[in-house]
């Protein structure tokens, strides 16, 4: 690389450093060692765990950011240069062109920039050129004084298209709106003020009104594009892609008004005024079309794709909110499992798991309609769990769960001194997982949903050991997910699942291949060789036999290391988190304290006394030490919560058994930008419209909720045709009660909700939850229920 060109590149990777520290909230230094971490191949979880001195502390979620930005950055990059070659070689690259393409900060504004450059079909205006009409444009333009008509009769040529004065002007006229709407300035600041202030417009497909039911809260509607939630701006993009709606981008409140505030910035960026000469008439209806039929467009499809590019984001973000929470609830641990997979024709289907998830019994069983062998089905229950131990039960939450919990109820009384409990779990995915390939090579004998109730099982003792094995976009937590950019989705779901796994960490001798395949560093197929090894050798006693596994070198050993525990191993530090290349760090504590080092691990007060200065070097600062104190303290800390489990009401299994005002207790199983679902034990779960959450004002339900939380709730509507529930956590609510609510200052007698809150998050419960059904139809659909 010459001199120059390795300037510029230094001078690039600047610019993007900066642009991303002002982003995340770092210093421009953080900012080029994380990039420059990232390039030699280290991972976020490694980085942020083990590289807080490079980075200046720089956590995951920062990290996260600042990669998805990096890649955007340096797309945006190769654009530029990509542009600056195209025009260059047209030689048409002046030196203001290039200083405004080299300042461009965003794909729009480039494109915006290289719009009159780029190679495309013959257009109108090309033709009218061809035909020698630019002269009579630009004549025009400079001198309005003349008249349209006379002018352009002098232009008038059969051989070139131009048959009269009429088609001479039209030719002219569409030089203009052609040159007007390809004026970067002119378009850069119509988006802005048209992203500002335009209002989506959606309307139903003539004689869809039947057909489209499902979005007929959106028949006629208007909100402004910039405050439209993200939930409602998909739903109305899937009315669209369905076609039963219709959308425009209308120039504000007052179309007619927008449009010619439009029209006249078009025609004083040309020059153009209405002062009675004759071509001024001409002249600004040639604005007006520029702005209706050229440039409008353009900005609609524009704005449409940013804002829906915003609204997938923030519905990716949910997804992946709502997946961490599943797979970091908190686990029941090692005790021996039966899962039951609810059936009614087909059966339940049941396997019981030793406390390590080995597989030890399956059976089916026919309690159900139509065989209704309720006695024999218990009396089979009640040996296998005699004969194995069983601690818990776990009841897939699909259909015929209520009545297999009333089995599972009857179960319990027979056994009274195992002490067993029983515990409703989510089998989002099981299904996907049982027909998987994972699945056929862990159980190659075992019938498809018999692996079903494997999976619920050990979805019990460990939710994120068994979720790892199920596409994150299976497990349907997602809002709108089908309808956001799969790509993006996957690649955000894969970060989240691997955040999740080594923010828990891996025990090496009992992982499956698809947990240890999510472990920082390590591939799908090392994975396998790690489970191959350990298979043919047995269980490694210290981290470093790592290094005897095919394909896992030193940069692997050093990415991974940290995140895999060997317990019960040869090194006592190889059961925490202590990265190996910090054990000469706990070496000098304890060539210090002249204590064995299973003497020092777990006791908290020496521990505590000990300060962090005292054991920094060259490599390894205060925060690297602070962390490997704190694991000294309590080795192989779990961030979990303790496992509990929600309690459904008897007598309430079905929703026809609910009644207003009752109060349950149920399980949070998805958040999403308008409220949280909640599982009752009725096979539909209910809905709390985010102004149901709490009694004081709720900007985002992830604030108030996640999903796996346990919360009690009373009932406000039952929609029985429907399957609609409503549902609100403020306990004292009385349905219809709008005065105590507008008390609190909830509602107002203008209709709309607290100063700032967003559209209709000041309503009452009762109010919302019937606006929102459209809503929640959409979402559940999204989630594959």
């Known amino acids: ?16 450093a900066g642009t991303i520290a002002a982003e995340i909230g770092a210093q421009p230094a953080q900012a080029v060692a994380a990039i420059a971490l990232l390039d030699e191949g280290a991972t976020v979880p490694f980085i942020a765990r083990y590289r807080k001195e490079v980075t200046g502390g720089l956590d995951d979620t920062q990290l996260r950011n600042l990669e998805v930005r990096l890649a955007y950055l340096r797309e945006l990059e190769d654009r530029r240069a990509a542009i600056l070659a195209s025009i260059d070689e047209q030689g048409k690259l002046t030196p203001e062109l290039r200083t405004d393409i080299e300042a461009a900060d965003s794909k729009a504004r480039l494109e915006d920039l290289y719009l009159p450059y780029k190679q495309k079909r013959r257009t109108r205006a090309q033709i009218a050129r061809e035909a020698g009409l630019e002269p009579l444009a630009d004549g025009l333009l400079a001198d309005p004084n003349q008249a349209p008509e006379v002018v352009a009769a002098g232009y008038i040529d059969a051989d070139k298209g131009v048959a009269d004065a009429k088609s001479a002007l039209e030719g ?56 439209i939630p993200s939930h409602r701006l998909l739903a109305l993009f899937r009315g669209r892609r369905e076609e039963y709606l219709n959308l425009e981008l209308e120039p504000g409140n007052d179309p007619e008004q927008g449009n010619a505030y439009a029209e006249g910035r078009i025609a004083r960026h040309a020059g153009i005024a209405a002062q009675g000469r004759p071509a001024d008439a001409w002249l600004l209806n040639a604005c007006r079309l520029a702005w209706r039929a050229k440039i409008h467009l353009h900005l609609m499809i524009d704005l449409f794709g940013k804002a829906r590019e915003k609204a997938e984001a923030e519905a990716i973000n949910v997804f992946g909110d709502n997946l961490k929470d599943l797979m970091l609830a908190a686990p029941a641990g090692p005790k021996v499992v039966l899962g039951l997979d609810p059936g009614i024709r087909t059966g339940c289907k049941l396997a019981i798991v030793d406390a390590t998830g080995k597989l030890l019994a399956t059976e089916t069983i026919y309690p159900h309609e139509p065989r209704r062998q309720w006695d024999q089905s218990l009396h089979t229950l009640k040996a296998l769990c005699v004969k194995h131990g069983v601690q818990l039960i776990a009841i897939g939450n699909g259909t015929a769960s209520r009545e297999t919990d009333r089995l599972a109820a009857d179960l319990l009384k027979l056994l009274p001194e195992q002490k067993m409990q029983k515990i409703v779990v989510s089998e989002a995915g099981a299904s996907v997982y049982s027909a998987s390939e994972a699945a056929a090579k862990e159980f190659p004998g075992l019938d498809v949903s018999l692996r079903g109730a494997v999976s619920i099982a050990r979805r019990l003792q460990d939710p994120l050991a068994e979720l ?53 560093g390590l591939t799908p197929s090392v994975a396998e060789n790690i489970v191959v090894h350990r298979d043919a050798n047995g269980p490694f006693m210290r981290r470093r036999d790592l290094l005897k596994v095919p394909r896992l070198g030193e940069k692997t050993f050093e990415q991974c290391a940290g995140f895999l525990r060997i317990a019960d191993g040869d090194e006592p530090l190889d059961a925490s988190s202590v990265h190996p290349e910090a054990y000469p760090v706990v070496e000098r504590i304890v060539g210090m304290s002249g204590r064995d ?85 009725v096979h539909q779960d209910g809905l709390v419209h985010i102004s149901a959450l709490s009694t004081s004002f709720v900007k985002d339900p992830r604030d108030v909720v996640k999903a796996g939380d346990i919360v009690k709730v009373k009932v406000l509507e039952v929609d029985v045709p429907r399957k609609r529930i409503a549902l609100t956590c403020r306990l004292d609510d009385v349905p219809g009660d709008k005065p105590a609510r507008e008390s609190r200052g909830e509602a107002r007698s203008d209709g709309r909700g607290p100063r700032g809150a967003r559209p209709g998050a000041g309503r009452p419960a009762t109010v919302a939850a019937p606006a929102n059904n459209a809503l929640a139809d959409a979402f559940a659909r999204a989630r594959g229920r």
């Open 172 to 227: 002219a006229r569409a030089i203009l709106m052609e040159r007007w709407g390809e004026d970067a300035s002119l378009l850069g600041e119509l988006r802005d003020w048209l992203d500002a202030n335009g209002v989506i417009r959606a309307r139903v497909v003539e004689g869809k009104e039947a057909a489209g039911e499902k979005f007929r809260d959106y028949f006629d509607h208007a909100e402004p594009l910039a405050k």
């Open 597 to 681: 080092v299973k003497q020092i691990i777990g006791d908290g007060a020496f521990v505590r006394s000990l300060k962090p200065e005292q054991f920094t070097d060259e490599r390894f600062g205060v925060p690297t030490v602070r962390d490997i104190l704190k694991e000294l303290e309590k080795p192989g800390r779990d961030p979990r919560p303790e496992f509990k489990a929600a309690q459904f009401a008897d007598g309430v299994e079905d929703i026809k058994d609910l009644q207003v005002g009752m109060i349950l207790e149920g399980v949070v199983s998805n958040v999403a930008a308008f409220g949280a679902f909640v599982d009752i034990g």
């Open 468 to 520: 790892v094995k199920i596409e994150p976009k299976a497990i349907g937590v997602g809002q709108y997910q089908h309808d956001v950019d799969q790509y993006r989705l996957a690649r955000a779901l894969d970060a989240r699942v691997e955040d999740c796994v080594n923010a828990v960490g891996v025990f090496v001798n009992t992982a499956s291949s698809a947990l240890l395949a999510r472990v920082a």
């Open 1 to 16: 690389m010459q001199q120059s060109d390795a300037a510029l590149a230094r001078s690039l990777a600047t610019r993007i």
